[in-house]
């Protein structure tokens, strides 16, 4: 039998620790949830390798869904700086690792996704995990979801082109959002801070993650 605790300590510590992380709420997080609870029974003993882990197939013109690789998503998670006092919008939840991680940062957490199979799936594995403080809702990426807003953190879980106004209008007065943007190796780590009603971003580091849905640049008209 695989000993997933010592796989995931062994995880934060040659993975994550090396990277730069050390907020001991997102160390303390990833040492806790069990990522191998998070994908299909034949990748479980490959659950803590530092790779990003397929959790649905590429359909209908829509990108393979992915958890996150663990070391650039936990520096993401520690620049949304996230406290039991927020209120957290996570967008595309896929099969909800990151949702149980964030539960764990802060004190409620709204996790939007737009393929249903995953909606459900990852609604029955954090019940059944006791993460009791997430909302799973399905709706489309790039909308957000307007209906509980204003967030404090917006987290965009996995790579954008653009994001839309409509979105970050869901940020509270001093709330952040955090997303990559750009695809590949030249893609950006940002973290977006709202203002007096505007909202201005900073540049942090590379992170090349896979790409969400939904988040394209519409096509340009060339005369």
Do not use: W
């Not at 997080?29 to 659950?47: C, D, I, N, S």
């Amino acid at each position: 039998m695989m000993d997933y605790a010592a796989a995931r300590t062994k995880m934060v510590d040659n993975q994550i620790r090396t990277t730069d992380v050390t907020s001991h709420s997102v160390l303390t997080a990833f040492l806790t949830v069990p990522r191998e609870a998070f994908v299909a029974a034949e990748l479980k003993p490959l659950a803590y390798i530092d790779e990003d882990m397929q959790v649905a197939p590429a359909a209908n013109g829509n990108p393979a869904r992915y958890i996150m690789e663990p070391s650039p998503l936990a520096k993401l998670l520690q620049l949304a700086a996230i406290t039991k006092d927020d209120l957290v919008l996570e967008i595309g939840c896929g099969a909800g690792y990151a949702a149980a991680l964030l539960s764990l940062l802060a004190g409620s957490v709204v996790a939007t996704e737009s393929d249903e199979a995953l909606v459900a799936k990852s609604t029955e594995t954090l019940s059944e995990l006791g993460y009791d403080n997430i909302a799973v809702v399905s709706a489309k990426l790039e909308d957000g979801y307007a209906a509980e807003a204003p967030y404090d953190v917006i987290f965009v879980n996995g790579a954008v082109e653009e994001l839309s106004e409509s979105l970050l209008a869901q940020l509270r007065e001093g709330g952040r959002l955090v997303a990559v943007v750009g695809y590949g190796n030249a893609a950006r780590a940002r973290l977006y801070v709202r203002n007096g009603g505007i909202t201005s971003y900073t540049e942090y580091f590379n992170a090349a993650v896979k790409p969400l849905p939904g988040f394209r640049k519409a096509a340009e008209f060339v005369f």
